[in-house]
């Protein structure tokens, strides 16, 4: 752990302020808070305070959707992009392993998960399921002390906070976890001046940060601020008092929550603070609630404008008669949330992220017709008012149609709910579970709906009666929905410290890209020999693993392609070891660090060492197999076969030709399912009927006509041969076929878009880029026909490559334009591109790869015609000495 050094020195880093000028401004005493700040002026006073004077790398927002982090549900935190820095993990080539200051502000939300603040919102004044967090980051470079004289004079200096209404708090320790208490932060702060009894220990639960179940983590300490001042509010802090409110949480990165829940040290220590923009912009301003300030008042009037409510009055609790403020708040929190969600390309739906979206839609559908009776359709018009820049119809179309959706039910479950409060007694005081559930299960009412439904009749539900039925319903669809993603093994970041200390090299995946096209139209794999470099099981880097045992390997090389760049990894493929002469089944491949990583389960011994043949298998279905086996199914259906069932001695039904069994014991007698063909004639082995036939005990429809429709929305080969299909049937197939068709229909119209389009500028060609993108995320998330998703993404891929062509081209011709263009004569044919890019990318303080024919780079456009001198300086150079 880094010693505390002396904060006196006169420079940190050579910027950080001196102590004498630190200790001068807080000797100053301010009578009010300043109130000329406007939110863009705040965020953007933030972003430029650390990167012109600490050297900090702007880094735009990224989408609220986490890429590759299953643990989350959204981005929830402004260090969530930057998890692969944290763990080790970050891909040497990117430009995110050279990170070492960034600065940013970051679209969060928070419904659900780990940090939720859903149910929160509308109750008070500062609660948000979306909101931006400001953050400044230290990956392995300045800590505790330097973070902590940046963050105070940001808040003192820059935006002019009197400092006597600043309160600290730091961590207290916490005995059960082993962790003693931040002493050295605590120090810290009364160094620069915060006086003692405004400096207050907290644990665990206020003052140790993490992002998740499992991941970094460490001791945190927040800066709270006393909207009321000329008092001790001390006592105020953490005590959920809308008059004391946190504003800014520093934490420290120093360890990392493993599986088992232990802690572990992490191999580099790291900085990351995130400050709330709406609640630091309420300070600002001069507010005492986030709602009174301009992120939120052009909203609230608009709401009122379409709604027959008076206007806006900000009140809470009791004084908030008929919770018309607290809609007011939810339906200004949750339509910000579903435009930016929307924008991002999550949309409304039935599981995870989705699934929440369309929770937090419903409650605000909820609010605006129940409580602010607005019309139908008043939720969407809000999006044009929310941010200009995401004012798009496909949003309003989406949040109308799930409007109504709900609207119907909402109606239906009112009436439900009338009915029963009609049949309790006067004096009673629970809602009945059943009922409740019902609602939630039949009809899709957010639990935390029904409860603010009933807490408006002065009733409550058996809350944990409710939390039973729901985790009942919970272990029943994870039992039907088991998911391979959940026993993949990941090489954690102390293992990944190990291979790179240990200089093992990274792996070389370039031949995952050497295949050809055949003569029948058939992808050709080339084998790959490789060295197995390094074995992980049981999250510890072992030199061997024994026969049966799940691991992953790490080899020299390898042809796998890994899940990287919005592309899943290859799904199938074998590793030959030999001399054992044994092949192994590739589960998952995951690159982490630089390293490809492939989960196996070895049939036998398997050494460091080893010499293995890696093959890949192309062999899933394709569409026309896939679109026979649905017509082979919907025969089946169309026919509507009897299905039989009955109990047979366990001889008797051993004796059935054709019969398929599990390793597993059967009771005696067994239950003998079987369609089409009585059980009784299955024993003639004379028979020429074809069906199907298995032992079940489970319960099954009586005509296969019964099943309605049936569609495949998903098919993975698991091993050579043998693929898993998943399918949907009756009125989720009816949806999935819908479903494929709209998608269908934003295809061709995107792509008829892309046809019009003669000349589009920069800007167009992005927007349509960004359409590509986000359609792309919906073919490949939403259910629909499988052999339907492979067309579509097949056209997408093919509209990604002309859009991504059109803005090189485009963004080639503005450079031109802008300077002077380089004239290139034949001799620079002869240059190496690789070597010419990295000379300019590296003036531009970047890098570059590529061949000697096609090359690519990065760095800052700051100096871009000094640049463009150094480029041709070089091929003049290059071609008059010779290559």
């Known amino acids: 752990m880094r010693r505390l050094t002396h904060w006196y020195r006169a420079v940190i880093n050579n910027n950080l302020t001196s102590l004498s000028s630190v200790r001068g401004y807080l000797s100053r005493s301010y009578s009010q808070v300043q109130t000329d700040f406007s939110s863009n002026r705040v965020r953007r006073t933030f972003t430029d305070f650390f990167h012109e004077l600490y050297q900090h790398i702007i880094v735009p927002s990224s989408p609220v959707r986490p890429r590759g982090d299953p643990s989350l549900l959204f981005v929830n935190a402004g260090m969530n992009q930057f998890k692969p820095i944290f763990l080790g993990a970050a891909d040497p080539r990117s430009e995110m392993a050279t990170y070492r200051r960034v600065v940013n502000s970051q679209k969060c939300v928070r419904a659900g998960g780990k940090h939720n603040d859903l149910e929160d919102v509308g109750r008070d004044v500062y609660h948000h399921t979306f909101f931006e967090m400001l953050g400044n980051w230290s990956f392995g470079d300045y800590f505790k002390e330097e973070a902590c004289i940046m963050a105070w004079r940001l808040l003192t200096e820059e935006y002019r906070i009197p400092p006597e209404r600043l309160y600290v708090s730091y961590f207290a320790g916490d005995a059960t976890s082993g962790l003693p208490a931040d002493e050295e932060t605590r120090h810290i702060w009364l160094s620069l001046g915060v006086p003692s009894d405004h400096l207050l220990p907290f644990g665990m639960k206020d003052n140790f940060w993490e992002m998740g179940e499992i991941g970094p983590c460490g001791p945190c300490t927040e800066i709270h601020y006393d909207h009321i001042g000329g008092r001790n509010a001390a006592s105020l802090v953490n005590a959920d008092s809308p008059d004391v409110v946190e504003i800014w949480n520093l934490v420290f990165m120093q360890y990392n929550r493993e599986a088992d829940h232990s802690l572990r040290s992490l191999p580099q220590f790291s900085v990351d603070t995130g400050m709330g923009l709406e609640r630091l912009v309420t300070v600002l301003q001069g507010q005492r609630s986030n709602y009174d300030t301009d992120l939120f008042t052009p909203l609230l009037s608009a709401i009122q404008q379409r709604s027959n409510c008076p206007e806006y009055r900000g009140r809470t609790g009791e004084a908030d008669v008929g919770k018309v403020d607290m809609a007011y708040r939810v339906v200004a929190d949750h339509v910000r949330t579903l435009s930016v969600c929307i924008a991002d390309g999550v949309y409304p739906g039935m599981s995870g992220a989705e699934l929440v979206l369309r929770r937090i839609l419903r409650r605000a559908v909820r609010f605006s017709t129940e409580v602010l009776q607005a019309p139908e359709g008043a939720l969407a018009s809000l999006v044009p008012t929310v941010a200009h820049i995401l004012v798009s119809w496909a949003i309003m179309d989406i949040i109308n149609e799930n409007e109504a959706q709900f609207l119907s039910s909402l109606k239906q479950g009112r009436r439900v709910i009338d009915r029963t409060l009609q049949r309790l007694e006067n004096n009673a005081t629970l809602f009945p579970v059943p009922v409740a559930w019902s609602l939630h299960r039949n009809l899709g009412f957010p639990l935390d709906l029904i409860g603010l439904m009933l807490e408006e009749q002065g009733l409550s539900v058996d809350q944990r009666a409710l939390d039973v039925l729901a985790i009942e319903n919970e272990n029943l669809r994870c039992q039907?929905?088991?998911?391979?993603?959940?026993?993949?093994?990941?090489?954690?970041?102390?293992?990944?410290?190990?291979?790179?200390?240990?200089?093992?090299?990274?792996?070389?995946?370039?031949?995952?890209?050497?295949?050809?096209?055949?003569?029948d139209g058939k992808y050709v794999f080339q084998p790959c020999h490789a060295t197995v470099q390094a074995l992980y099981c049981g999250q510890t880097l072992v030199s061997e693993v024994a026969g049966g045992q799940r691991c992953g390997v790490v080899l020299d090389r390898t042809?796998?392609?890994?899940?990287?760049?919005?592309?899943?990894?290859?799904?199938?493929?074998?590793?030959?070891?030999?001399?054992?002469?044994?092949?192994?089944?590739?589960?998952?491949?995951?690159?982490?660090?630089?390293?490809?990583?492939?989960?196996?389960?070895?049939?036998?011994?398997?050494?460091?060492?080893?010499?293995?043949?890696?093959?890949?298998?192309?062999?899933?279905?394709?569409?026309?197999?896939?679109?026979?086996?649905?017509?082979?199914?919907?025969?089946?259906?169309?026919?509507?076969?009897?299905?039989?069932?009955?109990?047979?001695?366990?001889?008797?039904?051993?004796?059935?030709?054709?019969?398929?069994?599990?390793?597993?014991?059967?009771?005696?007698?067994?239950?003998?399912?079987?369609?089409?063909?009585?059980?009784?004639?299955?024993?003639?082995?004379?028979?020429?009927?074809?069906?199907?036939?298995?032992?079940?005990?489970?319960?099954?429809?009586?005509?296969?006509?019964?099943?309605?429709?049936?569609?495949?929305?998903?098919?993975?080969?698991?091993?050579?041969?043998?693929?898993?299909?998943?399918?949907?049937t009756g009125d989720d197939a009816r949806e999935a076929r819908e479903a494929g068709q709209v998608l269908t229909q934003e295809v061709e119209s995107l792509s008829a878009r892309l046809a019009t389009v003669a000349s589009p500028s920069l800007a167009d060609a992005n927007r349509l880029a960004k359409e590509v993108g986000i359609l792309t995320d919906a073919v490949d998330c939403t259910a629909i026909p499988q052999w339907k998703r492979r067309e579509l993404q097949t056209r997408l891929k093919g509209l990604q490559r002309t859009t991504n062509t059109s803005i090189r081209k485009l963004e080639t011709k503005e450079v031109s334009q802008a300077h002077n263009p380089i004239v290139l004569s034949n001799g620079f044919s002869a240059l190496s591109a690789s070597d010419w890019a990295l000379t300019v990318s590296a003036r531009l303080g970047g890098n570059a790869g590529g061949s000697a024919t096609v090359a690519k780079g990065t760095g800052s456009v700051a100096n871009l015609t000094e640049a463009l001198r150094c480029a041709e300086e070089y091929a003049q150079d290059k071609t008059q000495n010779g290559c």
């Open 559 to 728: 042809c796998f392609y890994a899940e990287q760049g919005g592309q899943s990894h290859d799904q199938v493929g074998m590793v030959f070891v030999f001399p054992q002469d044994v092949l192994y089944p590739v589960e998952a491949v995951q690159l982490a660090g630089g390293y490809v990583v492939h989960q196996v389960t070895a049939a036998e011994v398997l050494r460091k060492g080893d010499q293995v043949q890696l093959y890949l298998d192309e062999g899933s279905l394709s569409i026309p197999q896939l679109q026979e086996i649905e017509r082979s199914i919907h025969n089946i259906i169309t026919e509507n076969n009897a299905v039989y069932m009955e109990e047979v001695p366990l001889a008797r039904a051993k004796d059935i030709p054709g019969l398929r069994t599990v390793d597993e014991v059967y009771p005696d007698p067994v239950r003998v399912v079987s369609v089409a063909v009585p059980v009784a004639d299955l024993y003639d082995s004379q028979t020429d009927r074809w069906t199907s036939v298995e032992l079940c005990c489970g319960t099954h429809l009586l005509t296969t006509g019964e099943i309605g429709d049936l569609v495949i929305i998903s098919e993975r080969q698991m091993v050579k041969g043998i693929s898993r299909i998943v399918a949907v």
């Open 480 to 519: 039907v929905q088991t998911s391979v993603g959940d026993t993949l093994v990941h090489l954690d970041l102390h293992s990944l410290a190990q291979l790179q200390s240990g200089e093992v090299p990274h792996t070389d995946d370039s031949p995952k890209y050497h295949y050809s096209l055949a003569q």
